[in-house]
């Protein structure tokens, strides 16, 4: 149980345009999901916290207008990185939250050409 | 910011017990702490989480300080497959996570 998967695992686009990344609690509803970045040999960074039914939390230094959050359902959460740039390739991964535990999706993988 | 801090390096011969240390001094009385490993290119997997007690289940066990500043995550049998990052984790008032830089766990054959 507890499973949460992404969608797309792997994207390719060109610069300035917008990617949409989905993520799905697939056994459970979550109200509220996460999303982190996570550059290579770094650590994950909290990018965000989505409330379904309402406008998503950002950590400071993240920018609303270019990463747009919607959590429509108790089961789905999207991400959609617009006007992407090369500095926005990275691995993205979401996780959902279910009592006191955070489970986490296998992550996306963007790359801005 | 990640109220935690790790080695960032260790390393574990196979069959033996791994144990890896973590720092929370500024932890608060009600927040929880988090164990997840994080295999490359893959989302952090669950490992454990306690609050005061010790606590122990299939994968591992928490080792909780007294006074709730340290903690030591104990892998009794290590494995190749058990080498990853792992993270300890504060988990904060609004159930949000903040990774800090991990220990990169080797498992030596």
């Known amino acids: 149980g507890a499973v949460v998967s992404q969608h797309p695992s792997w994207v390719i686009c060109k610069s300035g345009t917008s990617v949409k990344i989905e993520c799905r609690s697939l056994d459970f509803q979550a109200t509220t999901m996460f999303w982190y970045r996570q550059f290579p040999k770094q650590s994950l960074m909290l990018m965000a916290t989505?409330?379904?039914?309402?406008?998503?939390?950002?950590e400071q230094g993240v920018e609303k207008d270019k990463f747009l959050i919607n959590h429509a359902s108790l089961t789905l959460s999207t991400l959609t990185v617009t006007s992407a740039h090369p500095e926005d390739s990275s691995f993205y991964i979401c996780?959902?939250?279910?009592?006191?535990?955070?489970?986490f999706g296998p992550g996306t993988r963007l790359t801005v050409l | 910011d990640a109220k935690t801090t790790q080695p960032p390096s260790m390393d574990c011969a196979e069959g033996r017990a791994a144990n890896l240390p973590c720092n929370h001094s500024t932890i608060s009385g009600n927040e929880y702490v988090y164990w997840y490993r994080q295999i490359h290119s893959q989302g952090p997997q669950y490992i454990i989480h306690?609050?005061?007690n010790n606590e122990t289940n299939e994968m591992a066990s928490l080792i909780i300080t007294e006074d709730r500043k340290s903690s030591t995550l104990i892998l009794p049998h290590a494995t190749l497959r058990d080498t990853a990052v792992y993270y300890c984790?504060?988990?904060?008032?609004?159930?949000?996570?903040?990774f800090g830089t991990g220990t990169s766990l080797t498992v030596i054959p």
């Open positions: 984790i504060v988990r904060v008032a609004g159930n949000q996570f903040y």
């Open positions: 989505s409330n379904e039914g309402s406008k998503a939390t950002y």
């Open positions: 306690g609050l005061k």
């Open positions: 996780s959902a939250h279910l009592g006191n535990t955070q489970y």
